[in-house]
């Protein structure tokens, strides 16, 4: 797909301030040149705070723009954009991000059905987890398609559990409902039933078997024993695998008791993924939770993935991160923790965040380690 930056050079004239010369809106053209600088690894435009919109190239974009024989430049679909998207919960921009591509059309029409038509998806199990999942895939679209605020949605989705569970005392809040009504109803149907809120969002695990290994954990503080318990058989994975048809999701979580764990499913216990970013992730966790229980969701995420980064050696998960990376949710710990990691890395580095994505493997361990030393908990 092509597009034109038809911008005009100059000091103190705005990014697209005329709309006649450009070929995108504002909001999508500024989405597809922070996709472009993301996908480069390289900070493109120095742009002018809020109220002075001055925009300048900066040196890569001066060699860039000469490269594609001036403002004429290629944008092809990054699934890493669009899965930035999606973990932000920002579902309005992935749907968006996802119209531009011509080749992205079944995606596009499977939002169209879900989101504008109500063609809700039918699981492989009885009528009444059907009418279960049918309240929570409701509640998907009321908050994050049409977006109709968190508290707004969850009212409704509580009403609709309540209905479904003929329950009347209406002082029942939805997470205790979810708790003990609705776990105890999967258990008499052979199913395991989480409910609560990922990253600040209402949406069930709902699984069949588990099975439990004990592994000896390596973190910044020393080695541990963690109980993993690999979870199989899954009907439901929460909102961020429902929102990528099943494309991306939760991997694992801890337990209050400090018990890891992990969808089978979703790694090869050999990987780099499985030791560092399930293992030593939520071993972080366990380990932070036994100190402070109360930590925040943002305290916990930013700590987990500084270690991720300490001891990832095949993975560049910086620059998965910068993709993740959101600051005006704090309810979201995933996206407001990588902004703060972000962050911390430019203020160390004295980079851009742009800059960051090509930063060698030896300076991002270093890095990473001194900021998580800097955020010691006691």
Not at 48 to 58: H, S
Not at 285 to 292: C, E, G, N, Q, V
Request: charged share 30%; proline share 2%; with cysteine.
């Amino acid at each position: 797909m092509y597009f034109s930056i038809s911008l005009q050079w100059q000091e103190n004239r705005a990014l697209c301030g005329r709309q006649s010369h450009c070929t995108f809106p504002q909001p999508t053209l500024s989405t597809q040149i922070k996709a472009m600088e993301e996908e480069l690894g390289k900070q493109l435009f120095i742009r002018g705070t809020k109220g002075y919109r001055k925009v300048t190239l900066t040196e890569d974009g001066m060699l860039l723009r000469k490269r594609n024989g001036g403002y004429k430049m290629k944008a092809d679909f990054s699934e890493n954009v669009y899965y930035g998207h999606i973990v932000k919960g920002d579902l309005t921009a992935a749907i968006d991000y996802v119209k531009q591509f011509p080749e992205q059309a079944r995606r596009y029409e499977r939002f169209r059905a879900i989101f504008e038509q109500e063609q809700y998806i039918c699981y492989e199990a009885d009528a009444w987890i059907n009418d279960i999942l049918i309240a929570y895939q409701q509640y998907y679209r009321e908050v994050f398609y049409l977006c109709i605020g968190k508290e707004n949605a969850a009212g409704k989705l509580r009403g609709r559990l309540a209905e479904y569970l003929e329950i009347t005392d209406e002082d029942i809040e939805l997470c205790d409902m979810e708790q003990n009504q609705i776990t105890e109803a999967f258990r008499r149907k052979g199913f395991h039933f989480l409910g609560g809120r990922t990253s600040g969002y209402y949406g069930p695990y709902i699984w069949q078997t588990t099975e439990s290994r004990t592994y000896e954990v390596e973190l910044p503080d020393g080695i541990q024993t963690y109980t993993v318990k690999f979870l199989d058989g899954f009907i439901a994975r929460s909102w961020p695998d429902y929102l990528s048809f099943g494309e991306i999701g939760t991997g694992g979580w801890t337990d209050a008791d400090g018990i890891i764990n992990c969808i089978r499913a979703s790694y090869d216990p050999d990987s780099e993924t499985f030791k560092v970013s399930l293992l030593k992730h939520e071993a972080q966790h366990a380990r932070d939770l036994s100190i402070h229980k109360n930590m925040s969701s943002e305290d916990l995420e930013y700590r987990a993935k500084l270690v991720e980064l300490i001891y990832s050696v095949e993975r560049n998960l910086l620059e998965q991160f910068a993709r993740e990376a959101a600051s005006s949710d704090k309810s979201n710990g995933h996206a407001s923790a990588a902004e703060r990691i972000l962050d911390g890395f430019a203020e160390k580095l004295k980079l851009r965040h742009g800059e960051m994505s090509r930063l060698p493997a030896e300076e991002i361990h270093t890095t990473a380690r001194i900021l998580f030393e800097e955020s010691y908990i006691l």
